[in-house]
Every structure is written in C-alpha cells, then in structure tokens.
C-alpha cells in the first residue's frame, strides 16, 4: 500500500492507496490508482447539521400546511397511517383503505415503515409521520453537505447542501403525501458518502436495509454491488448484487404473492408486455417527456455528474420507471426523482475531485469542476423554485399560513366524526381520520355499513358529485339510511340512521 501525504496545517490529507492498479482512480477513471485520493481536513460538522435542521424547518412547514388545510394529493398518507398504527399495535399491517382486511405487504413490500411504531406510541398523529418524513429528508442534506465539504471548501460544500435540499427532486417528494422512500433518500446518501470515502464495508451494510423500504430498491442495492465491484471491490460487490437482486426476486415472486388477495404482484401490469425487445425501445418512447426528465436530472449537477460512475446507482429506478406503461413514472412529478437526489449530487462531488485530479483533464473542464460549476448548480436550484412554482416557495408566502373558509369548514365537519368509528371517505380527509377512526375507500367496508361517510364533493367526481347524497350512501349500502350531518363549503358528513 502507498501511504499518502499528511498536511499538517493546511487544508487536506492524503489517505491510503486503496492497492495498486484499482479502487477509484484519481485519474478519474476505475483502475488508476498511483495518484493519491485528497480530502480535505476533518472539519466541524455543526454548519452542515445547522443546514439541515433549517430544511427539516421548512420541509415541516410545507408539510404541515398541507396537512391542515386538506391539501392531500393522494391516499398514500392515510394508507401509511394505518400501517404505522397496525405496527405499533402488535399486529399485521392490515390497511381497510386498500380493501377490507387487505395486508399491505400484498402491495408493496415496505416493512421499514415498522421504525416509526415507537413514534407512534408518543405521538399518535398524522403528523408525526409527516415530521418523520421531514427530519429523514432533512438528514440526507446534511450527509450530502457533510460530505461535499470533505471534498471542496465549506463555502462550497453549503452551497451544495443548499443546492441538493432545493432539488425538485426532493421538493416535489415533500410536497407530496407520506412515502415510505423517505428512508431511502438518507440511506443512499449514507451508502454513496462511503463509497466516496472508500469505506466499501460500511457502504455495502448501510445498502442493506434498501431491500426493506420497497421491492424495486434491491435492484438498487444490486447497482451498488456493481459499483463496487467497478472500483475493484469484487468479492465484495458481487455478493451485495447477488443479495440485491435475490431480495426483489423474493418479494416480488415471493413475499407480495403470498400476502396478495390476488396471488400475484399487483404491479407486473405497469410493465409493458412482450419480450425485451419491446422494454428497450420503450425506454426512450415517448421521447420528449423521458429526454426532458433526464435534461432536468442532470441539469441540476450543471452536468459535470456525468463523469462520475456513482450514477450507475441511479440506472435501476430510471430504467423501471422509463419501460413502464404508466406516464406518471416518466416525468418530473410526485415523489419518483426524490431517491435519484442524493445520487446525482454525490456523483457531482465524485465528478467534481476527479477533474481536479486528473492531470489530462482540459483546462476549461477543470476551471468549471473548480470554480464554477457550485455556483452554476445553485443558481440552477434557486431559479427552479420559481420557474417550477416549487414548494419552498410558498414557505415565504403569508397566505400559506392563513386559514382559509373551507379548510375551518372542513375541520368542523371532522370533528363530527368520533374517533374509533367506522368511516367511508375519498380522498381529502382520510390523511385525518386515519390516525383516529377505522377508515375505508368509498364503499370499501363490505362486511357492516360505515357509521359515517365523509364526501368531499369538489374532487375527483366523474362527471360530477351526487346530488342526493342519502341516496348517494344508501346505494353503495343497500338497505341502510343515511342523514346528512353537514354539506357545507362542497364537503358532506352522513351518519347511519340504520
């Protein structure tokens, strides 16, 4: 091994040689490794923990303001509300809203979420999983900062931080209902930091826990063994491959099935059928949506990411999303980028030490890596927060904060409902009676009547909301009545006569 050189008062050290000929090169491609790989000195690590609790602040306040005035964009929150409560209960994550007595291990393969049972025993609330979900985001930003600032200036490393935190990427996650990819984001950051640091057993243990966050992350955790085995480490990369890949085989094949009402892998049909022939031109088709999805990955490293292998990482859950079926996977939308994050801006700092490490690397090339291209990805962060009408935006807005007439409408209907009851609602007002009341789809409680039903009549009606809302319930319950409580501000609460 060749020891490197140390600095005693300036501002980096040398590390060891991970061996002759392999590890990552400081040359900038795999397998060269005379030239010494540089970090800078160790330095406080409180700026970079201070940065993350002011985007854990603000991640909460998006959050938050969601929440309380019924912003909810999907079920996912209530769904993950009622598996938390069932972990935390002892007992099998059993979530109504997806069916009568139907175990959430039968959709998706999410076991992770289990953590946050001791959360909810303290703090039995909505939000605290939406806090969760804040503080896990968060954390990532100080791991990415942390670890950038081993690599470039503190200024810089901030600057990154501040960048990566901003993403739209992880703005358009936060900006969306709970999800279990949350453990995700701050894992992978952890993953790739020790790759960056060539701690490859570390980064292997923390891949690890990747396959218990959700089925399609094995592949992920194989494309971390790949990466490893790239940098050399072979023996060491093809087993965390084989455990990756093992671990989606079992769940998808395995676990899901045997969970599933239907004996299958509900997901198989937002695959494209036919052969691969069909799954490779189907990556890039429709063009111009999955092109433009790539530009804005990689605009966001100012494109220097390029030129580091870590984005080998990233391949899995872009090739999944790409060959799908379904539109929604392919753009810039929901919560599908936030777990590339922390991938791509780790990849720019792998980018940005090979550069400058590289003795043929064009001056241009290294004036950009150098000095520029910080600059250049903060200002491509702080301008998409306006272009894209991004969430942290609103933070700075004093409407976001004010109540308004229907959500004080809504919340008086609410407080109609007792908890522990039987309910029936769309999709509004479940992320609030999930955490208090049994709660189902629209005519998902089959066995027994619901004793409420809980109707926002401005979303989601094709073509339009029912006019007679007993008649309404009493449909999709035949022989049982129902009075309505409340219609007010196009939101309804209908009790069981009988």
């Known amino acids: 091994m060749t020891q490197g050189a140390t600095s005693t008062g300036g501002t980096t050290v040398g590390i060891p040689t991970q061996r002759a000929g392999g590890g990552i090169g400081a040359g900038g491609g795999i397998g060269v490794g005379r030239a010494r790989h540089r970090l800078a000195a160790k330095r406080p690590t409180w700026p970079y923990l201070l940065l993350g609790l002011l985007f854990c602040a603000g991640y909460a306040v998006i959050e938050l303001t969601r929440y309380l005035h019924d912003g909810s964009m999907s079920w996912d929150t209530a769904i993950f509300v009622e598996e938390v409560r069932a972990y935390a209960d002892f007992q099998a994550p059993i979530v109504h809203i997806k069916g009568p007595d139907a175990n959430i291990l039968g959709d998706h393969f999410s076991p992770i979420t289990a953590l946050l049972a001791p959360l909810w025993w303290l703090f039995p609330s909505t939000v605290t999983l939406l806090l969760a979900q804040a503080a896990l985001f968060a954390s990532s930003v ?78 992920t955790v194989a494309a971390v063994g790949l990466l490893l085995f790239l940098l050399r ?64 990955l990689l605009a966001i490293t100012g494109f220097l990411a390029l030129r580091s292998p870590l ?25 599908y980028n936030a777990v590339l994050m922390p991938v791509l801006f780790l990849a720019l700092v792998d980018a940005v030490r090979r550069v400058r490490e590289r003795e043929g690397s064009p001056r241009w090339l290294r004036a ?40 004080d409408a809504i919340s008086r209907a609410l407080a109609l409902v007792p908890d522990g009851a039987t309910v029936e609602s769309n999709i509004t007002a479940m992320s609030r009676l999930a955490a208090r009341t049994d709660l189902y789809w629209l005519g998902g409680s089959k066995a027994a009547p619901p004793q409420y039903v809980v109707l926002d009549l401005s979303y989601g009606w094709s073509p339009s909301p029912p006019a007679d809302l007993p008649g ?22 209908l009790e069981l006569v009988n």
């Open 233 to 296: 480490e072979r023996a060491l990369g093809v087993m965390l491959a084989v455990f990756g890949a093992g671990m989606t085989a079992l769940t998808v094949w395995g676990v899901i099935p045997h969970f599933s009402p239907t004996g299958a892998y509900g997901y198989r049909d937002k695959l494209p059928s036919g052969g691969w022939s069909h799954w490779l031109t189907g990556l890039l088709s429709p063009a111009d949506v999955k092109l433009s999805t790539l530009g804005m």
């Open 142 to 219: 100080s791991v990415v900062a942390g670890t950038a600032g081993r690599f470039l200036s503190r200024t810089k490393a901030l600057c990154l931080g501040t960048a990566y935190g901003l993403s739209w990427g992880l703005q358009r996650a936060v900006d969306f209902d709970f999800h279990e990819i949350c453990f995700a984001v701050p894992l992978l950051a952890v993953v790739l930091r020790n790759v960056l640091l060539r701690r490859y057993h570390r980064a292997a243990f923390w891949a690890l826990p990747l396959t218990l966050v959700k089925e399609d992350l094995g592949i």
């Open 368 to 407: 950009y890596a150098d000095g520029a291209v910080v600059p250049v990805v903060t200002a491509v962060a702080l301008t998409l927060c306006g272009t894209l009408d991004l969430p942290a935006v609103s933070v700075l807005r004093a409407s976001t904060y004010a109540a308004t007439p229907r959500s």
């Open 472 to 493: 309404y319930a009493a449909q999709m319950h035949p022989g049982h009545s129902y009075r309505v409580l409340t219609d007010d501000m196009e939101f309804a609460v």
């Open 311 to 335: 984005l080998v990482v990233a391949l899995p859950t872009l090739g999944w999303r790409f060959v799908s079926d379904n539109p929604d996977y392919w753009g810039t939308g929901w919560h």
